[in-house]
């Protein structure tokens, strides 16, 4: 075992001892000692692995803790020989959870319009593919039209966004392209989606608006998305009014079975066209 990846289980030691004291301290202190990329393993198997930038941005990723609440629902929600498709796939880290997932009989489809993160995505894509997995990288941005539109760089690749209210610490703008996941599931086939996750900071609802004839037709089983304020939690309420969808609201400790305006501080929801136990995702 190379020795950058013999101290992940190390960083996890320490921050299990110190209940997650000190990370920052370890991501710069990784951060110097490997100044090149870092590939970390996503499944049990070792047949699904990924690379990481080499920044201490993404030291989460490498240790395997970021938003552990969204990882452990794909693998509670999506099974062997499901659609899951990932809107602002970033570098792929949810995608390679998702493909571990639908195995080598479903199909995993990531979008990401920013070019430093799709050349990471296309990198993971194309090593998850030699494994025969059908995992599949587009240099797109869904929204709720077809076109262009200018895409905020922001400091840390996480943080890019379309929307106008997000921009603090921009650092460079692109020109991208957008599609409707209406138009775009239909010119590539895709019937229904069993998971849909969308991380486009506050363009969210958006991507719902030019989804919604799949919803109309029942198209999407779930959804987990962001909802990082006020206007956009009100959204995701009306939205699932309209469609009769069900919901669960993540506070940043536990799934509650209720609308995202009933929680004061919420980061996550997840929307299905069923109930579904809090429990189950625990």
């Known amino acids: 075992m190379y020795a950058e990846q013999a101290l992940i289980p190390f960083y996890q030691k320490i921050l299990r001892f110190t209940k997650g004291r000190g990370e920052h301290t370890l991501a710069k202190v990784d951060a110097f000692l490997f100044r090149s990329v870092r590939q970390v393993t996503i ?84 090593t998850i593919q030699k494994r025969g997995f059908d995992c599949s990288a587009y240099s797109l941005a869904a929204s709720s039209v077809n076109g262009e539109a200018t895409l905020s760089i922001h400091r840390y690749s996480t943080y890019h966004t379309i929307e106008d209210n997000y921009l603090e610490r921009v650092e460079d703008k692109q020109i991208i392209n957008t599609v409707t996941l209406d138009d775009w599931t239909k010119q590539e086939g895709i019937e229904h989606i069993s998971l849909l996750k969308i991380d486009t900071e506050g363009h969210e609802p958006r991507v719902l608006e030019g989804a919604r004839k799949l919803f109309h037709k029942k198209a999407v089983d779930f959804v987990i998305l962001e909802c990082r304020s006020e206007q956009i939690a009100s959204f995701i309420d009306d939205f699932c009014q309209e469609f009769n969808l069900h919901q669960l609201t993540w506070d940043g400790h536990t799934w509650h079975q209720t609308g995202a305006r009933s929680i004061k501080y919420r980061t996550e929801c997840l929307l299905s066209k069923v109930p579904l136990s809090p429990n189950l995702l625990c």
Do not use: M
């Open 43 to 126: 499944n049990r198997d070792d047949d699904i692995s990924i690379v990481l930038p080499p920044d201490p941005h993404f030291f989460r990723y490498l240790i395997k803790s970021h938003e552990q609440h969204i990882s452990y629902a794909i693998s509670k929600l999506v099974k062997n020989g499901d659609i899951f498709i990932d809107v602002g796939a970033n570098i792929g880290y949810f995608s390679a959870y998702a493909t571990a997932a639908v195995g080598k009989q479903g199909k995993v489809f990531c979008l990401e319009p920013e070019s430093k993160n799709f050349e990471y995505l296309k990198t993971n894509c194309n």
